[in-house]
């Protein structure tokens, strides 16, 4: 479980508002955690779950989770449920790891930027949830995003090349791949192949979909 220094510093703010969360909603434990660019979760904050558990799950368990980022990164979905049908295609995960840990019921809720999954917060429940407590989720889903969104390393910012950075720039200012060639003195292939670059670090599909999702260049 490798944390970056910065993200460290945060931990103990992360772990309170697991703790805020846990009140509102009763629950039995909750994980935080990062999502890098390849939809695996990384940098775990644990609260009321032992090591070993957390470990198990991760030795054992991880690849059969219905629940992951990976399952749900195309959809437009913040939060889901462990529904009868993903215990009964999941037998083994919920058999095999979740009852004998005391674990019933799950609810994960996905932070995204720009569409892509970046964190994720995992509850946890020795008893279900019921249709109140996930409608009080859903109502407090923006208070969480904002809680943590501020807290996440600035990955985004490291996401693009000082050149890359400098592209989007123009591309917001309605520079066609002509016209940026010209001004960084680079040939046109070189600028498609930055905006493809560009396109694959932002989730986005296209210039207009680039300049429409609000992203910030940083540089």
């Known amino acids: 479980m490798t944390t970056t220094s910065s993200f460290m ?3 103990a703010f992360i772990s309170s ?3 805020t969360i846990a009140h509102l909603i009763p629950v039995s434990a909750g994980v935080f955690y990062l999502v ?3 939809l695996r979760p990384d940098h775990y904050i644990l609260h009321g779950i032992s090591d070993d558990t957390h470990q198990q799950y991760l030795d054992h368990f991880q690849p059969f989770d219905p629940l992951k980022p ?4 195309q959809q437009d979905i913040q939060m889901v449920n ?17 009852l004998p840990n005391r674990m019933r019921d799950m609810t994960e809720i ?7 999954i970046i964190a994720g917060v995992s ?5 279900p949830f019921t249709e109140l407590e996930h409608s009080r989720l859903r109502a407090v889903l923006p208070l969480i995003e904002l809680a943590t969104r501020d807290l996440l390393p600035d990955s985004e910012a490291q996401l693009l090349t000082a050149k890359e950075q400098e592209i989007v720039n123009m591309v917001r200012e309605g520079a066609s791949n002509k016209r940026i060639a010209l001004k960084l003195g680079i040939s046109l292939s070189t600028v498609k192949t930055h905006m493809r670059n ?3 670090k932002t989730a986005v599909v296209n210039r207009t979909e680039l300049v429409s999702s609000g992203f910030i260049a940083y540089g």
């Open 9 to 11: 510093r945060n931990d």
């Open 17 to 19: 508002c697991l703790n």
């Open 36 to 38: 890098d660019p390849d």
């Open 70 to 73: 990976a399952n749900f990164h």
């Open 82 to 98: 462990m529904t009868p049908a993903a215990i009964a295609n999941n037998r083994h995960y919920y058999h095999d790891f979740m």
């Open 110 to 116: 996905f932070i995204r930027q720009r569409k892509r």
């Open 123 to 127: 509850l946890i429940r020795d008893t």
């Open 198 to 200: 560009i396109f694959a």
